[in-house]
């Protein structure tokens, strides 16, 4: 894997291990009633897509490697260009049963070894 599209998927794993944390042990309406939370957690959001989408361009197998990736880059778009389309019930929906996933997926192409020059 080159040094690019290590950094790359370093930075989907670092987004999105930090919203899983920032969400642990938090419920729906903790996440509708905290602004501070739904901020960071779509920033979170915004970086892994942006990252994915950087990915794609150096390496799109790696990244097509990943659930979904397509639809990560898409939800990207959204959160910067739509942001105020936004629906809260959608971004909870993909902290619980999409987060998960891709951290696992990231985790696993991380731990892939080098390939030799």
């Known amino acids: 894997m080159q040094l690019e599209a290590r950094k790359y998927l370093y930075d989907i794993q670092d987004a999105a291990g930090l919203a899983a944390q920032f969400t642990a042990g938090k419920t729906f309406a903790d996440y509708q009633t905290d602004p501070m939370l739904r901020l960071a957690v779509e920033r979170a959001f915004s970086i892994i897509g942006e990252a994915l989408n950087q990915l794609a361009r150096v390496d799109a197998a790696l990244a097509a490697a990943i659930t979904d990736s397509r639809n990560i880059i898409a939800f990207r778009n959204i959160l910067i260009h739509a942001y105020a389309n936004v629906d809260d019930r959608i971004v909870w929906e993909?902290?619980?049963?999409?987060?998960?996933?891709?951290?696992?997926?990231?985790?696993?192409?991380?731990?892939?070894?080098?390939?030799?020059?």
Do not use: C, G, S
């Not at 993909?94 to 192409?109: F, G, M, N, S, T």
């Open 94 to 117: 993909i902290v619980e049963y999409k987060l998960p996933v891709l951290i696992r997926e990231a985790a696993d192409l991380m731990n892939q070894p080098d390939e030799a020059p």
